[in-house]
């Protein structure tokens, strides 16, 4: 199953792994400034998750105010969970402002498999170029249309000029040139609500300190899913893991990022 | 203090703690879709707790999309907690949908108690034939004009026509026909914000798997109780307790149900 | 570096210790309602610990019924983040209602420094008599248009006729006559979001039973302090950080107050 290329691949894989590591440097030393345009049940797990990684979150919605917060920030999160007017005339202005501003921003949208004139918005938004798209297997097939596998992901990260970061028992990323796995992560992911939004505030957290795109979410998915395991370890039930996965994105170092990212480059 | 009948009585309490485990087993093995329309403190512990118990939740508010959520759920939680504007909106759509689907619904009437006009709009909403009424007893006297009692918990629900589930020291269910008494639970549930309306949405879900809406309530609040206890023995403090209690929603077993419920029917 | 009075200011100091704990019985048999007009981040955080703290919280924003929730509580706290319409409006109702009522309030301007109309509103908003100022250097910075000293700080509560509780590595309380400085905290606690909008909510319920605003913010600002420390000592990172907070304000008593706090008087 060597592809001719293998050696170069895996070479860059342990590259991304090597970045990533020091992007969470970076990242903490620069403590950057992220906005969250996100669902109220998920604004608290979002905000200590972000603080924890070593973030500044903020997540005012008022129309009269955002602008200028996202003015402000360092990257932008868009996530579509309760979304409301307040919520639509907040994206408008904060999407417009980070743009305007050259800010990366992240589009999340949660449950777009629920109700087509969601998924329709989230279809309008893509039109305005977040750098990335983090999502589940469900919301990537009411976007695409269909299933996402390694080639779907891929050619709608091409087609769509964005980096896919799609959230599943192994991550798929792909911005349409190169394409990787990540293994890592644990069921009780999955049993927390706002965990996959949080999730996505890392990948703006992280492409704020980080150009490529592609790069800045890969590490951000590796991180999420190493910490998700060093959580695991401690973890009684989903309670307690939410808990010990604050703690694990506080204490998360490089070294124990190097040991146990699980990423594979697919070409 | 035996009375007539106390020996069919105790069987049926058997047969309900019974029937308990195996809806529990049940509600695990369908993951029901619980959408709730709750307040802004308690979205996130109940969104746990519904994860941790097995159901699927949704908290979506807004007006052009709640219809459709509720109409792809199987049960509905309307809390009355931080009711404003818009969750009166979302309700009457959400309620209408779900008479329309005949999904079974659940009525929390948040502090009732301190503002007449909310206990005014909550006894409208009784009319839209809520399956069950969770509530506590400062609400219970809000809405009947009386403190609780077994009788009047009993005339309340048959003259209302649904099952009522009054919490307190020990919880009091009743739906006109059969009464019952659940001693499970621990003082430090108090001391946990939502922890009441995370037990409405576990009534709900319950009723999402249970179409005896007596069964299913008193299920619910044996549950809670149980896992409440559970909780209790590893935490140090109300914060300790929260995170425990989704642990134990999670990790409860038929047999620790068996052995540790506290039910009693009334007659 | 002894002043003249220091004899006497050590023994004030040691006064304001001992009220501290007195505060907390009183506080816990009282059990005060404290109305909280506060952030969607913090409004469950800010619950939790109120609750664990001994008091009784309320959340209601909707403009129908805010005046009262206000008039049946024993204080009323508001806090400026995610600041937007609805919010503003509730607390045009909330304050009036407090100031017609004759209850203490106290403001949190949260992130007055990001954006200038938002600390011109908390201008506007001092006008009204807030009892207490809870914030940060930077907000303080933003208000007063000048870095915080304990001069400065002293110099605005004087001017604007409040206590005012600026929270950093030490504490700073003032009222324009008395001046102090509380010692105790830790560095998780800025790590932990909505932990300044706690605290503030903490002052309010002691301000329920304390009518000397300087000796209220004081024992809210030692209490949160040494409630911290504790907490720090179990943590393994800002996760269990912020359940263990809530547990030791849960279990905070006077004898470790006594032991613990650091105050110290100015003048």
């Known amino acids: 199953m060597q592809h001719p290329h293998a050696a170069s691949r895996d070479q860059y894989a342990t590259g991304v792994t090597a970045a990533t590591a020091s992007l969470l440097k970076r990242l903490r030393a620069k403590a950057p400034r992220v906005h969250c345009v996100t669902n109220a049940v998920a604004q608290n797990f979002t905000a200590n998750a972000l603080l924890a990684f070593g973030a500044v979150p903020s997540m005012t919605l008022s129309g009269e105010e955002i602008g200028e917060f996202v003015a402000s920030s360092d990257a932008l999160l868009v996530n579509l969970g309760t979304f ?12 417009d402002s980070a743009v305007r501003h050259g800010l990366p921003w992240v589009l999340d949208p949660v449950f777009v498999d629920r109700v087509p004139q969601r998924a329709a918005y989230a279809r309008d938004l893509i039109f305005l170029a977040p750098k990335a798209l983090r999502l589940n297997a469900a919301e990537f097939g009411a976007l695409a249309g269909e299933k ?16 896919v970061g799609l959230s599943g028992e192994i991550d798929l990323i792909a911005d349409g040139e190169r394409a990787a796995a990540v293994g890592n992560g644990h069921p009780l992911m999955a049993k927390v609500t706002a965990m996959g939004c949080a999730a996505s505030a890392l990948v703006a957290a992280c492409l704020a300190v980080e150009p490529d795109a592609f790069i800045g979410t890969a590490a951000a998915m590796i991180m999420t899913g190493v910490a998700g395991e060093m959580a695991a370890a401690r973890a009684q039930g989903p309670g307690s893991f939410a808990s010990a996965m604050i703690d694990a994105l506080y204490t998360l170092d490089e070294q124990t990022l190097v040991d146990h990212a699980k990423f594979e480059m697919h070409r």
Not at 84 to 95: K, M, S
């Open 84 to 95: 409301d007017r307040e919520r639509r005339e907040a994206t408008a202005i904060a999407v």
């Open 148 to 163: 996402p596998s390694r080639e779907k992901v891929a050619a709608y990260a091409r087609a769509h000029n964005l980096t």
